[in-house]
């Protein structure tokens, strides 16, 4: 019996216009009237998150990929970068030259070029990207990038003195083994082909989605969740029900239990009416 249902926001719950389809919010609210608990998983942070899921009601909410959970009345869990991490990160942007963002409960800080990027109307324009975009080609395009960003200490920031959860910076795939060599006591969740989610290590979404279930004597046998990209693997992977979008990279369609539509056909309903969830 499915009790919970998570569901990742960009690629999945919301198209590239960054809308959900009128059967998904359907959806939601007749599991929600069954007493289904629904939420979000997501690497995005908190901020402004209703205007990024299309304003529907949910019951829970795992941002920062796993790292900060909360409810509309409280925080549930939350996992901070430790002081100690947190410097090692700066120190590397600034010494490296990297882009980077810092995210903390109710703000986002840094560079400008990353926060724009993180925002939903830079989100609708990726469907103008050329899918066949050579790592090569953006590669040099985000070594431009660093070159531009002015001589400036990110620990000059007053963010840092609030808890952060996760940093965004400015990488290609091709950059992954490298950051995980100089930052080891990081994660690294990728949801684009653009930047990378630096988070503390042994965080993810699956976690925050324990924290959560915890509360409720809810099982991961008893959770259903849906997404599309990197990110989203150890969640599909350890859930009752893990639902890959049509949409979705093919690595994590192919670790699924289920494949449906993609998020611009419908595809959360199609699935919820395919474990019976809705009718």
């Excluded at 060599?181 to 699956?206: A, I, M, W, Y």
């Excluded at 990197?230 to 890959?244: E, F, P, Q, S």
């Amino acid at each position: 019996m499915i009790k919970a249902i998570f569901f990742d926001i960009d690629g999945t719950l919301v198209g590239s216009d960054s809308q959900a389809d009128a059967t998904t919010k359907a959806a939601i609210a007749e599991a929600r009237k069954k007493g289904i608990l629904c939420g979000i998983a997501t690497g995005r942070s908190p901020v402004k998150i209703s205007e990024m899921i299309d304003f529907i009601e949910l019951d829970v909410f795992v941002t920062y990929n796993g790292q900060l959970v909360y409810t509309p009345e409280q925080d549930i869990y939350k996992n901070p970068f430790s002081k100690q991490v947190l410097n090692e990160i700066v120190d590397y942007a600034d010494g490296h030259n990297r882009q980077i963002l810092f995210g903390a409960r109710n703000r986002l800080d840094g560079s400008r070029t990353v926060s724009f990027g993180n925002s939903v109307f830079a989100k609708s324009l990726t469907k103008f990207v050329p899918k066949n975009l050579t790592s090569k080609v953006l590669k040099f395009g985000l070594q431009k990038l660093r070159k531009a960003r002015k001589k400036k200490s990110y620990h000059r920031l007053s963010i840092l003195n609030e808890p952060i959860y996760q940093c965004i910076m400015l990488s290609s795939e091709s950059g992954d083994h490298l950051l995980r060599e100089r930052l080891p006591h990081c994660d690294f969740q990728r949801s684009n082909q653009f930047s990378v989610d630096v988070t503390p290590k042994g965080g993810s979404k699956l976690h925050g989605i324990e924290a959560f279930i915890q509360l409720h004597d809810i099982k991961l046998s008893e959770v259903m969740a849906f997404g599309d990209n990197l990110n989203d693997i150890d969640m599909l992977t350890h859930v009752g029900y893990g639902v890959a979008m049509g949409n979705g990279r093919q690595e994590v369609k192919e670790i699924a239990d289920f494949v449906t539509h993609s998020n611009e056909s419908d595809g959360i309903a199609f699935a919820m009416k395919h474990y019976g969830v809705i009718e």
